[in-house]
């Protein structure tokens, strides 16, 4: 089962504007998420984090909101440069049991900034 | 570079060959991943390594596929008996901490494409 979901397989924005991606989740016992970017060709790249303790973070023109109670959490990039324009993967971890400790990624976003 | 690095970049084959795939991790990172991902999905998690032992593996990782990571430096991933469907980029992570916690975030390599003919 797909327990991390990016329902938006595409976004198009204007270089200048807000660039929107959106995630959702079902394991509420998750304790962290993450945004990973990836241009074609090469590994998917750390990007931002987010604990479930927290429902904001902030780094440049990144910002991670959290809604635990919606099990949803996107990503805002303010504003948006044509070097954006990349897949966008939400990603989350946790709980950790025994031997368990991965990230599980959702199918991604591919976000085009037009100049 | 100290980046994580996995070798080959490409690899072609027929079906019902063996391949290895070769994952240099950044070298102070204990663990290790390997993902899969194909056209259209996010990476699927495949196994994990905490230095040389091999803690968890996936549903996904059938019988033909196998892990190593020898001396808990670098790492293999061997498929045997090729099929089509095992046609993917198999990328490679390592990490520092627990994933996604504090310094826990994982680096990926460039990944390795497997083409199955």
């Known amino acids: 089962d797909q327990q991390v979901k990016q329902n938006s397989p595409s976004l198009s924005v204007q270089e200048g504007r807000i660039s929107i991606l959106n995630c959702d989740y079902t394991?509420?016992?998750?304790?962290?998420f993450l945004w990973y970017k990836k241009y074609p060709a090469e590994g998917p790249t750390f990007l931002i984090s987010?604990?479930?303790?927290?429902d904001k973070n902030e780094d440049g023109r990144f910002t991670v909101f959290l809604n635990k109670s919606a099990k949803h959490l996107s990503l805002h990039i303010v504003p948006s440069q044509p070097g954006d324009s990349a897949v966008y993967f939400c990603?989350?971890?946790?709980?950790?049991?025994?031997?368990?400790?991965?990230?599980?990624f959702g199918t991604g976003t591919l976000l085009a900034v037009q100049p | 570079d100290t980046g994580v690095s996995q070798n080959p970049r490409h690899k072609i084959t027929k079906r019902g060959q063996n391949v290895t795939f070769r994952c240099d991790p950044i070298?102070?990172?204990?663990?290790l991943y390997w993902y899969r991902q194909t056209l259209g999905q996010g990476p699927e998690f495949l196994t994990y390594?905490?230095?040389?032992?091999?803690?968890?593996k996936s549903r996904l990782l059938s019988d033909r596929f196998s892990a190593e990571r020898p001396k808990g430096s670098f790492s293999t991933l061997e498929i045997q008996r090729t099929e089509q469907g095992d046609s993917a980029m198999y990328l490679c992570?390592?990490?520092?901490?627990?994933?996604?916690?504090?310094?826990?975030?994982?680096?990926f390599g460039e990944g390795s494409r497997l083409t199955v003919l």
């Open positions: 992570a390592s990490s520092l901490g627990l994933a996604g916690v504090g310094t826990g975030e994982l680096f």
């Open positions: 394991n509420s016992m998750f304790d962290y």
């Open positions: 987010i604990s479930s303790i927290k």
């Open positions: 990603a989350a971890s946790g709980p950790w049991g025994g031997a368990t400790n991965k990230l599980i």
């Open positions: 070298s102070e990172h204990n663990r």
């Open positions: 390594f905490q230095n040389e032992a091999q803690l968890e």
